[in-house]
C-alpha cells in the first residue's frame, strides 16, 4: 500500500530560556559544531522534503537576532513563543498553512532526529489522525511512594508497555487544532500528545531513535558535540577519492622523450599514437579513475587520427575540465617513474611543476619519485618506461 505524501508542516518549539544547562545563553543558541542546536534541528526537519513548512517559536528577545534571520534563510516562518511550551506551539499553530494536512510539533533541544523518524511520525499522523515517536524501556520500571528514609517501591510496571516519549510529535491539523483549544481553555500538558488524549483521541507511537536523544545536560551535550565531530570528519572523508594510474612506453631511437610534459635529454624517446609521455598518462588515467570518469584510452582513443603525435598535457587538462565537470578538484598526485635509464632525480622538480600547472594544483602536492627496475625486464634493459600514478580528489 502506498500512502499519498502529506503535506506537512512542522513546528519548532524554541520558546523556552532552557537555562538547565547553565550560563546566560539559551542552551538551543549554544554553538554546536558550526551551527547552533536550534538550526541543526531546524535543519534535520527540513531535510524531508515533506516538511513543506517550519514556524519556529523562539524566546520574543532572540526574534530580532542572527538566530532568527538564520532560521529565515532556510524558509522558516519566525514567531514569538511564550512562557510555556504549549503557549508556543499554540503561537506557532496560527501561523500554520491552511494547506497542511500534518503538523508535527517537535523540541529545539532534539537536533539528531533522523528523516526517517519525521516521516514516519508524520505517514503515522496522516493515517491515524495522530502519532508520536518514542522508545521502549529497557530497564524495569518501578513505581514508588515517598517514605521517611527515600522511596519506597509499591508495585512494578510491565516494561512492555512502557515508551519514553520522543519528538516529533504529529497531527492532523484538525486534532492538534481541537487540543490547543483544550490547551488556551487551561488544561496544562507537558507535550502535545497529553493534550490530544484529553480530547479523546487515540495517540499512536511508533518507531523513535536513541540518537534522537533530548540535549538537556552536560552529559548531553557532551554526546552532542561528539556525534557533530564524528558526523563533520565523516563527511569530509566522504567527500575524497582515490585512483590509481599505470602506463608503459617503449624507448626508441628518433623520438623525444617527454616526461610530464618536460623534454629530457636521451638518446632514446618514447613511442605512441601520441607523444607518448608516459607521466601524463598514467596520471590522466589516476584522475579520471578516481572521479569514475572513464579512462584515457575510452576518451583519446589511439585509433583516432585526432590524438596523433597529441601534446600529452593538453589531454591530461582535458581530464581534468572532466574531473571538474563530475563535481571533484585534485588535492594531490604520487608518481613513481619506473626507469633503468634516464636519472629522474634531476628532472623531478621540473616534471611536478609542469604537472602541477596541468593539474591547477601547487607543486608541493605533486611528487615524483624515480625508481630503476634493478636490470630485470625490458624496463631494467632501459628498453621502456612504465609509471604508477595515484591521485586524490576532493569534492568542489
Ligand atoms: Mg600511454
Redesign the pocket.
Known sequence: MSAARPWVAAILAAGGRGLRLGGGTPKQLRALGSTTMLEASARALLASPDVRQLVVALPSDVLASEHARRLETLGATVVAGGDRRQDSVARAFDHVSADASVVLVHDAARPFVSRAVVERVAHAAAATGAAIAAVPVHDTVKVTSPDDGGPVIVGTIDRTTVFLAQTPQGFRRAVLARAIALGRSGVEATDEAMLVEQTGHHVRVVEGDPRNRKITTEEDWAFAEQVVARVASESTVSHLRIGTGY???RLVEGRRLLLGGVEIPHPLGLV?H?D???V???VTDAILGAANAGD?GGLFP?TDPRWKDAD?VALLRAAVGRVHDAGYRVINVDIVVIAERPKIGPHRAAIAASLAEALSIEPACVSVKGKTNEGCGEIGRGEAIAVHAVALLGRT
Open positions: 602506463d608503459l612506453h605512441g601520441s607518448a609521455d608516459v601524463c598518462h598514467a584515457i589511439d600529452s
